[in-house]
């Protein structure tokens, strides 16, 4: 269910046709949103973030004529968080921003890739 209605809220943002900079600062938005559960807020936030890199990809190959692999980029993201520690979420503080962050280095690092994106866009 929890899954269920993050897909909902991810979805319905990502595909109604916002530039990615519109994209990340709704996902900032839900991030800084305190009425949803936390764990709901931060992976809603990766499933955007993630959705934003993929549409990167696939701009990038299509502008240098490769040909786009999948880019599972959600999915192997939390795989990593909760393999790493299955309360991952709880080492992680939302910045002033509506970014992201955590102290725990293993997931800091996790999350660099994220963080670029939203620096870039």
């Known amino acids: ?41 931060i992976v809603s936030y990766l499933r955007i973030c993630c959705s934003v890199m993929e549409i990167d990809y696939l701009q990038e190959a299509t502008e240098k004529g490769d040909k786009p692999r999948e880019t599972p980029y959600f999915i192997s993201l939390l795989k990593s968080l909760f393999e790493y520690d299955p309360e991952w979420w709880q080492k992680c503080i939302v910045s002033v921003d509506g970014d992201l962050k955590s102290d725990d280095p293993i997931i800091a690092e996790i999350l660099q890739p994220l963080e670029a994106i939203c620096q870039k866009h």
Do not use: D, F, Y
Request: hydrophobic share 40%.
């Open 1 to 41: 269910m929890l899954i269920k209605a993050e897909g909902n809220v991810s979805k319905s943002i990502v595909s109604a046709g916002k530039t990615p900079q519109q994209q990340i600062q709704s996902a900032r938005q839900l991030l800084l949103a305190t009425p949803n559960p936390e764990l709901l807020r």
